[in-house]
């Protein structure tokens, strides 16, 4: 079997944990404990998981952070499994799913125990967003319920292998993984914080009740009566449409990022990267960290998209960076062989005889982010298209109340930022919802008003970022403003 | 074509921007050169220099080196999260010492002839390593290159043995 897996690498130790044996369709698959079941088939060579229901298409790894619905294989006779997000475990049978499931053959589901919890706050999302509100939140005596999806807290913190920018307040300076590994732990300090990991919260109910599906070896039905919430369940990435975008090897740049920071497992051999945001811009440089050859950056706009810095440190080391091109086709039977890209003219058309191939195991997709907003809309939050945020948003107030009260909005699920905002929103959040417990007095309001002055006068102010900040501003009310919103009337 | 469109800076686009440090700055001793010339919302630079020579009012300016008390330490080159800062050396003859920030396996180590490329990627010659030490493990390499050649090279690449 081919071994993916990475043993030495420039920032990382990859402390693998204990041996661990589960059976994917006849054979014996050895893990390690720690790796979510894709991760562990990847790391031996598997890339198909999944057929599309209809033409049999192959379906590989996409998002790696349970969003995509590429990989949903049969667990232990469970199917629609995201086995990006589930763990490994010792003797699980593993089946890939060839389309859809046929429940008649699911295996007879148990009656999962109910279990009601009452709290001060419920967040959603154990990210940069949820991990700051929780813990500003717990600090001041608040008792909180988090639930996170993925079975390991930090969001997409754990992936992220540079040292971060902003504010030595927000930990600039610090590598992603550490803040995460930091926050993980801090969170876990606190007797008044309970912690569910791989928890789904599926459902909004009267009453402010949310239902969270407990998976993994003791299923649960959790059901949370909060009296605030805070919702941060991140972003998803978007996909891309050309021929071929299918095929296996077609990957978001972050599922990649997943692959071989989290899991330590190389993603591929060669690639090229479709967009050149600060996503694409630092998955660039850490996919040479890993040792894969990144033979072209494409970005179809004629600037490049993210920060100066970040594209300068793969410019040096001799990785193209193609402006005004993007990828017309993805060839390979089973999975990516080849990747065409062409040049396109200033109204976007491609323009014939400027094909170029490149022979590639992956195509990274990293054209931007898109908020994830179901659990919002499905509780009846007024939302609104932003361009500039990512696509459908919450209205809120400058506290981060949606028109749901007592529901907050925080982080990447608020419009498309990065992380140091998502702190620092996931703080005003936490500050907003103290002060409708009446845990917070004058203290907690100056606070709150200095770190809104902040975010928006200062940090905000950042030309790089102003597109964001303006996107946020159509979607930020006053409490006045929201009150008729909650009547009716739409700004 | 400006840095935003090539992915690199070029030293006329430095100079206009006023980043980069007098001639007779250079031939005294080491000083820092800061190649960030877009207004991005950081300043751990300014917090981890020993000498305080690093300005900015608001989160988002250019870093501005203060060059008399920059002392070309280097403490700031491998914690800035751009890895945009570089110390210069045109003070000894014949080379030139430049300090720049540095990721990749093999490890570097003193002694060493490693490959020498500019902004774009494109090997300009071979220096050795005078020194290498690490901070949360990003090395800052020190490395003596053909003096000509000290606004040219901004990374190094070791051959695996």
Known sequence: MPDYRIYEHPILDFRRGRRVRFYYRDKVIEAYEGESILAALYAVGYRVFNRSPKLGLPRGAYCMIGKCSSCLSIVDGVPNTRICIEPVREGIHVEPQEGLADIRRARKQEVVETVKVETDLLVVGGGPAGLKAALVAAEHGADVVLVNDHFVLGGQLVKQTHKFFGSRDYFGGTRGFRIAEILSKKVKEYSNVHVYTNGFAYGYFKGGVVGVAVHGEHPLNLLVKAKTIIAAPGAAEKGLDFEGNYLPGVMGAGGAQTLMNQYGVRPGDKAVVIGSGNVGLIIAYQLLQAGVKVEALAEILPRIGGWFVHAAKIRRLGVKILTRHSIVRAIGSDRVEKAVLQAYDERFRPIPGTEKEFDVDLVLISIGLQPDTKFFAQAGAVMKWVPEAGGLVPIRTWGQETSVENLFVAGDASGIEEATTAFIEGEIAALSALLKLGLGGKEVEERRGKLIDFLWNEYRMAPVVRRAREGKLKVTVSEEEMEKIRMGEFP | ?161
């Open chain 2, 1 to 161: 074509m400006s840095y935003k469109e090539k992915g690199y800076i070029t030293p006329e686009e430095l100079e206009k921007l006023g980043l980069l440090p007098p001639r007779e700055r250079l031939e005294k001793g080491p000083v820092v050169i800061a190649e960030c010339p877009e207004e991005i919302p950081c300043n751990i630079c300014v917090h981890v220099c020993p000498f305080k020579a690093i300005k900015m009012d608001k989160i988002y300016e250019i870093p501005r080196i203060d060059w008399n008390k920059c002392i070309g330490c280097g403490v700031c080159v491998p914690q800035c999260p751009g890895q945009a800062l570089f110390v210069v050396d045109l003070s000894k003859p014949g080379q030139a010492l430049i300090t720049l920030p540095y990721e990749f396996l093999p490890r570097p180590e003193k002694g060493m002839r490693v490959k020498l490329l500019n902004r774009q990627g494109k090997p300009v010659g071979e220096g050795v390593i005078v020194k290498a030490w690490q901070h949360d493990r990003t090395w800052a390499v020190t490395v003596s290159v053909p003096k000509d050649k000290w606004l040219e090279v901004r990374a190094i690449w070791i051959p695996e043995k």
